[in-house]
């Protein structure tokens, strides 16, 4: 049985360029999945063949239940996007935003209204509620957007780089949203250029390059593979660096590489904080003064390194997920 | 896992026309709420037809000889008015075009794909907010008109018809501006792309002067022009003709209402048509 969201070898190719390469996804009812990649990567144009915004060149596609393909209307009766920009109407206030798309979701009118003012109150924006969204910040516009695809309480929601160009607060608040959002049942699909973000919010990630998914798992599948944590530490004295190096071994997971110009250690581990705090106290009751030490999580480079031999080459294509340039056949 | 066919709560009841009826109102109105927030646009599209009104009456009124007429400023306002009116209602075509643009631009466009509403409600919607806009400016255009001394001298129904015509042509280029305005990539190139070709088209025309005294080629263009039957029209319906203007043989020349109509009714169906193929196709 598939899952809530489930899509088989989907291809699309822009011209020469094989934004899609066989696209395979499979998301279970009531779990989240991260999208992770750089930017031209095929995220956001995975997302479009999903939400019947893009017609795939071949492939298939299944939506709550529903064939992309072949009952369009039917999948976005159930599906919320929030796409990569804030898509609100600057010059509406929020209510009357979230009116219109109600509306549009074929509510009736007063229905529309009252799961407006609901929304709102949701999102805490009901002070703002009668101010042009042109008058709110990013922040604000981000979460009127995200109440905008929940009007209808759709079991499917895609989310296309939701905290992109947000600042830690804001973020870190959406992300507080999303949880609640997905505690409530919903299946969401969501992009993000940051590990951190999909390790925060997915059950399970699909890593994205090239128009292929390289690499699933959950997030720990994904750091065992990457190599998972490290220390890292800096000594005062390069005197020092042999005897450092036999603390750091004895309780890592691998061998410990030295640098000696910058007289940095850095062994592989499991363990986490607990285990850096067992190694600075024995580095300090052997005597050795340290300059710097630290935990380092491997981030989205460190995946695609290991992953693809290949730094993430975010920006490299920037845009090319967003231009309006091309010929794409959509679902009508 | 469970097929969630499910009709939204408080759905809306209706077939696919009701709902295209519906879905085309609540963008319409949604476009009449930003005019209203967005005053300056509505001003200065005003602008421009008035400094036409007076330039032209003023500055040309006495050197522009219409048949019939004579070398007199106040005929040539009177003849005159139809074509400003007419060139004014196309302008329309640049606002459809920005609007439909900025939709694109700021991914208002996909997300009003990814709804369950009507295919060609977005750009219908728009088209009526212009026709509102449209009908305005007339208003406002027409007060102004009557200050420089223009008259109707025929009765209020046949008035009103020429005002009829004019919103229909303005209508019929405003899908004509939504085409352009879903195949450039930004606001601006809009705006500028649903100008530039209105000025040929408005001025070989019989708008600001007869067609009699351009060159054959020119002539016969003028007077086959779409925008030329409407100001024919339009200058019967008022009364605007001189007694003695020699009326050109062709065959929009001679039945200019009916000629208008079929042009405005052809527009709309055709760049409807294109138009809404275009949406469905539209990349963010």
């Known amino acids: 049985m598939p899952g809530a969201i489930y899509a088989e070898g989907l291809v699309k190719t822009f011209g020469d360029v094989r934004a899609l390469d066989g696209v395979d996804l499979d998301v279970p009812e009531g779990t989240v999945l991260g999208l992770l990649g750089p930017n031209g990567a095929g995220k956001t144009t995975t997302v479009r063949c999903l939400t019947t915004l893009l017609r795939p ?3 298939r596609a299944v939506v709550a239940g529903l064939d992309v393909l072949k009952e369009p209307d039917a999948v976005r009766r159930s599906i919320g996007l929030s796409g990569q920009f804030a898509a609100v109407d600057e010059y ?23 799961r407006a003012a609901e929304l709102l109150e949701q999102f805490h ?8 969204a ?3 910040s ?11 695809a929940l009007v209808v309480h759709p079991p499917v929601m895609f989310m296309d780089e939701p905290t992109t160009g947000l600042d830690p607060r804001n973020r870190q608040q959406l992300w507080g949203v999303i949880k609640e959002l997905v505690s409530g049942g919903t299946t969401l699909l969501l992009t993000t250029q940051y590990l951190e973000e999909a390790d925060h919010l997915a059950h399970e990630i699909a890593v994205v390059d090239h128009g292929r998914v390289i690499a699933k798992g959950t997030s720990d599948q994904l750091k065992a593979r990457t190599g998972g944590e490290r220390v890292e530490v800096v000594v005062r004295d390069r005197e020092h660096l042999p005897t450092a190096a036999e603390v750091l071994t004895a309780f890592g997971k691998g061998e410990t590489t030295v640098e000696e110009h910058t007289r940095k250690l850095t062994v592989p581990v499991t363990g986490g904080a607990k285990l850096l ?6 580095l300090d009751t052997r005597g050795i003064e340290m300059d710097d030490v630290g935990l380092r999580r491997p981030t989205l480079d460190d995946v695609f390194l290991s992953l693809t031999g290949h730094i993430a080459e975010t920006g490299a294509e920037a845009g090319a997920g967003t231009g309006t340039d091309k010929t794409e056949e959509p679902v009508t | 896992m469970s097929a969630v066919v499910q009709s939204p709560p408080g759905a809306a009841p209706g077939g696919a026309l009701v709902r295209s009826v519906r ?24 602008i421009q037809p008035i400094m036409f009104v007076v330039l032209f009456s003023y500055v040309f009124g006495g050197s522009i000889n219409v048949p019939g007429a004579g070398l007199s400023p106040s005929g040539y306002r009177e003849f005159l008015m139809a074509g400003i009116f007419a060139q004014t209602v196309t302008f329309a075509t640049a606002g459809a075009g920005a609007g439909i643009a900025d939709d694109m631009h700021k991914g208002l466009v996909d997300r009003f794909r990814s709804l369950p509403m009507s295919r060609g409600a977005v750009l219908t919607g728009r088209t009526l907010a212009d026709l509102v806009q449209t009908a305005l400016t007339l208003v406002v255009l027409a007060v102004v008109a009557v200050i420089v001394g223009w008259r109707t001298h025929e009765n209020l129904g046949k008035v009103l018809a020429g005002f009829g015509l ?3 042509l303005g209508y019929a280029f405003s899908w004509i501006g939504a085409l352009i305005g879903l195949s450039v990539r930004t606001p601006e190139a809009a705006t500028s792309g649903g100008l530039i070709w209105l000025f040929p088209l408005t001025f070989i025309s019989n708008a600001f002067v007869p067609s009699d005294n351009m060159p054959t080629f020119l002539r016969v263009i003028a007077e086959w022009n779409p925008f030329s039957a409407t100001v024919q029209a339009c200058r019967e319906l008022f009364g605007n003709l001189p007694a003695g203007y020699p009326t050109p043989s062709a065959w929009p020349m001679q039945h200019p209402v009916l000629a208008s109509l079929l042009w405005s009714v052809v527009i709309v169906l055709l760049f409807r048509t294109l138009a809404v193929r275009k949406y469905r196709r539209a990349a963010g």
Do not use: C
């Open chain 1, 134 to 136: 042109k008058t709110y």
């Open chain 2, 23 to 46: 879905d085309s109102l609540v963008i319409a109105r949604r476009n009449v709420v930003r005019m209203a927030r967005i005053p300056e646009v509505l001003i200065f599209g005003l």
């Open chain 1, 92 to 114: 509406l206030t929020g209510r009357e935003n979230l009116r219109m798309v109600g509306q549009l979701y074929q509510m009736r009118s007063r229905e529309a209204k009252r």
């Open chain 2, 166 to 168: 004019l919103l229909l």
């Open chain 1, 57 to 59: 060149d071949s492939g």
């Open chain 1, 277 to 282: 705090a067992e190694i600075i106290r024995e």
């Open chain 1, 138 to 148: 990013g922040g604000m516009r981000r979460r009127l957007d995200l109440a905008a």
């Open chain 1, 125 to 132: 924006l009901s002070d703002a509620a009668d101010r042009p």
